[in-house]
């Protein structure tokens, strides 16, 4: 197994934070893991993203030029990585916020109402682990379970009361996509 994915959106949507849980949770399976993360000018409003490689054999690099999937939170984001993604790869997007289909026909896409869901559950801020979740649904590297349990590894202390929130949260996108399937 070897999975490379860039997640990507505005600075401030969380990010980082799911990438790094990513990685750290596949850390906790034995993996190999990358984490590089890409910030714009700006941290807040500006661009974000990070590569996150996930695999069961040694990582040549931590660059990726065509990721297996992408997990993008916006529009300029969307636009920018979905072309790269290797055909038959996966595109997880967040229709609350992304109304333009991604161009490719070659690709799985996987709209996800992050924002909306969010809302539903109380905190916008959890938007991102929505969009992990409906992620780990399709690609099963790494069972929904070791992905909460770091939770308490990557998430600063001050936040750990938003765990339970965030456990919901990754709930709520793994099943979107399991409903979806069964339907």
């Not at 999975?3 to 990513?22: K, N, P, R």
């Not at 109304?99 to 109402?113: G, M, N, S, T």
Request: with cysteine; proline share 5%.
């Amino acid at each position: 197994m070897h999975e490379e994915i860039i997640m990507a959106g505005f600075g401030g949507q969380g990010i980082m934070s799911i990438g790094q849980l990513l990685a750290y949770s596949g850390m906790i399976k034995g993996l190999d893991v990358s984490w590089m993360p890409s910030y714009g000018p700006e941290m807040r409003g500006g661009t974000a993203n990070c590569t996150v490689i996930v695999s069961d054999s040694r990582i040549a690099s931590p660059l990726t030029s065509k990721p297996d999937s992408v997990i993008v939170m916006n529009l300029p984001s969307q636009d920018k990585f979905s072309p790269k993604v290797k055909e038959g790869g996966l595109v997880v997007t967040n229709s609350s916020l992304i109304d333009k289909e991604v161009e490719r026909e070659d690709l799985e896409v996987i709209k996800v109402p992050a924002n909306e869901i969010a809302n539903e559950l109380g905190n916008t801020r959890v938007a991102n682990m929505i969009m992990l979740g409906a992620y780990l649904a399709r690609k099963e590297i790494i069972d929904l379970d070791t992905v909460k349990e770091s939770l308490t590894s990557v998430l600063p202390e001050r936040h750990h009361d938003l765990i339970p929130l965030n456990e919901k949260a990754l709930d709520r996108g793994f099943e979107l996509v399991n409903e979806e399937v069964t339907v």
